[in-house]
Nanobody
Framework: QVQFVESGGGLVQPGGSLRLSCAAS????????MGWYRQAPGKQRELVAG???????NYGDFVKGRFTISRDNAKNTVYLQMNSLQPENTAVYYC????????WGQGTQVTVSS
């Protein structure tokens, strides 16, 4: 059973922007805090941003005001707007619950390179 469908990744030049989307199963999304995570090659998966059901947000320190997480509760979808991307942002990006994660999806690859 597919629980998350992440999309919107791709190849972008340094300084560019991407908007990621994650459509989640309703039973996973509804009423739950959600998060975007990333995993770079050879590194552990880490939290990028989180958003509660009431749209209170938090971000990893490395975001530095460049990313914005949002959600559309009617569409069971969470978004991540990423601006001023840098090569160190290259990773596979995943969404999941902010707490009590369930099985991970395939993620979406973000590559920042000139």
């Amino acid at each position: 059973q597919v629980q998350f469908v992440e999309s919107g990744g791709g190849l972008v030049q340094p300084g560019g922007s991407l908007r990621l989307s994650c459509a989640a199963s309703r039973n996973i999304f509804s009423g739950n805090a959600m998060g975007w995570y990333r995993q770079a090659p050879g590194k552990q998966r880490e939290l990028v941003a989180g958003i509660t059901s009431g749209c209170i947000t938090n971000y990893g320190d490395f975001v530095k005001g460049r990313f914005t997480i949002s959600r559309d509760n009617a569409k069971n979808t969470v978004y991540l707007q990423m601006n001023s991307l840098q090569p160190e942002n290259t990773a596979v990006y995943y969404c999941n619950r902010r707490y009590n994660q369930v099985n991970w999806g395939q993620g979406t690859q973000v590559t920042v390179s000139s």
